[in-house]
């Protein structure tokens, strides 16, 4: 009977010794939130810079280390090549602290995240289309910014890519011998003038010397 006790209560006393060290970490201050997200970012571990971002965000709601924090797991996440929740704290930073001129820098990191993301998904053609409506819009709403250099390389790449993708589909529907599909996806893209006979196809990938 000691001895099943002895089992009972050791890993009991782990437990408790556990918890007692995670209280430890409630009810801190801002800049030891902000400090932890910057460790944890250091060392490329975004799921507890990604918990010490809630805790810094539920304890400290209108703390003014958040907006940076936040621009902060943005560009981390962009890095780390997580671009869904890069586009989450980007949402966030929009609703909370958007103004005109965060803005315009949150939607350049926006384009800049999807333009990266392509590369993952060399004939994902509607993040092709998506991406290049996002950047006419940019162009649109922010002709002045010091972005646009930048927007407009990526629109050239983006241009050449979404071109490479209807090669690409443009080729298949004549190799299933479909001459109605090749023409009409001509017509539809405005490519009537492409004669596939004097296309030389890349021995590398297209998609990836463009984002490599």
């Known amino acids: 009977m000691r001895l099943r006790f002895g089992i009972v209560v050791?890993?009991?006393?782990?437990?408790?010794?556990?918890?007692?060290?995670?209280?430890?970490k409630f009810n801190q201050s801002d800049t030891f939130w902000y400090k932890?997200?910057?460790?944890?970012?250091?060392?490329?571990?975004?799921?507890?810079?990604?918990?010490?971002?809630?805790?810094?965000?539920?304890?400290?709601?209108?703390?003014?280390?958040?907006?940076?924090?936040?621009?902060?797991?943005i560009q981390a996440h962009i890095k780390q090549e997580n671009y869904l929740?890069?586009?989450?704290?980007?949402?966030k930073y929009s609703k909370l602290f958007g103004?005109?001129?965060?803005?315009?820098?949150?939607?350049?990191?926006?384009?800049?995240?999807?333009?990266?993301?392509?590369?993952?998904?060399?004939r994902d053609q509607k993040l092709v289309l998506d991406t290049l409506d996002l950047i006419d819009t940019y162009l649109?709403?922010?002709?002045?910014?010091?972005?646009?250099?930048?927007?407009?390389?990526?629109k050239t790449n983006l241009t050449l890519a979404k071109f490479n993708i209807d090669?690409?589909?443009?080729?298949?529907?004549?190799?299933?011998?479909?001459p109605k599909a090749v023409e009409y996806y001509k017509s539809r893209e405005n490519l009537n003038w492409i004669k596939l006979d004097e296309i030389e196809q890349?021995?590398?990938?297209?998609?990836?010397?463009l984002f490599e």
């Open 10 to 24: 050791f890993p009991l006393s782990i437990l408790l010794l556990w918890g007692c060290a995670d209280k430890d």
């Open 36 to 73: 932890e997200i910057l460790k944890y970012i250091e060392i490329g571990d975004m799921d507890r810079a990604d918990d010490s971002f809630l805790s810094l965000e539920t304890e400290h709601i209108h703390s003014p280390i958040l907006p940076t924090a936040t621009l902060l797991m």
């Open 85 to 91: 929740l890069a586009n989450y704290y980007m949402d």
């Open 99 to 122: 103004t005109a001129k965060s803005r315009e820098y949150i939607e350049f990191l926006r384009i800049k995240s999807k333009y990266l993301g392509f590369k993952r998904a060399e």
């Open 140 to 154: 649109k709403t922010y002709p002045d910014s010091p972005y646009v250099p930048y927007v407009e390389t990526m």
């Open 167 to 178: 090669i690409q589909i443009i080729t298949l529907y004549q190799k299933l011998d479909k």
């Open 202 to 209: 890349p021995k590398v990938s297209f998609i990836r010397y």
